[in-house]
């Protein structure tokens, strides 16, 4: 069965930096796309950013609020996803998840087919409290 | 970058209710939606993509459907465990905004 186990989220000080991770056990992870979503308290869901298999070029992406602060970043031999967070302000507080990247293909025309993405398997997440 | 809308905001329904929950995208987004279902503390689970197109898993009550700009997810005979908060997420473009969310609770 696949598992995602989030860690390292705490109390840090507005402008500090910190490093959370997101460990996966049940699939091949070295294959498998990862997506960093958020939850302030209280609030909805914001993504954060995805970074594809190295296959694909282990590209990350982010959205426009963590952006030039954020980096995330995967090992492969350690079947390990990481989210690094610099310059952390008082509203990059919350849960943070990470999931996978489910997919399916969905109509083809006669030179490419949509492909659907959406977040298959989710950790239960690890809180990050900034506040000084 | 794309901007989601959902209302409700908040919903009170009854055991066995037909609801239904609009979504709404600021551009076009084909059928590149999903629709993603939270208990409270909970992770979110995915219940839909592709506008309609059911999770694995997931109970034929439940509906989607939509192009473009606007999308529906209608929940046809509520159970106990669908009191929740439902989200619905474009996959067109990144970032992959979600909506605000839509809170779903006991009448």
Known sequence: ?????????????PGESLRISCE???????????????QA????????GRITSKTHGGTPDYATPVSGRFTISRDDSK????LEMNSLRSDDAGVYFC????????????????????????GKGTTVTVSS | DIQMTQSPSSLSASVGDRVTITCRASQNISNYLNWYQQNAGKAPKVLMYAAG???????SRFRGSGSGTEFTLTVTSLQ???????YCQQSYRLPYSFGPGTSLDVK
């Open chain 1, 1 to 13: 069965e696949a598992q995602l186990v989030e860690s390292g989220g705490g109390l840090v000080k």
């Open chain 1, 24 to 38: 996966a056990s049940g699939i091949i992870f070295s294959n498998a796309w990862m997506i960093w979503v958020r």
């Open chain 1, 41 to 48: 308290p209280g609030k909805g869901l914001e993504w954060v």
């Open chain 1, 79 to 82: 079947d390990t996803l990481y």
């Open chain 1, 99 to 122: 999931s996978t990247v489910g997919w399916d293909i969905g109509d083809c025309n006669a030179t490419r087919c949509q492909t659907f993405y959406f977040m298959e398997v989710w």
């Open chain 2, 53 to 59: 197109t059911l999770q694995k898993g997931v109970p």
């Open chain 2, 80 to 86: 106990p465990e669908d009191f929740a908060t439902y």
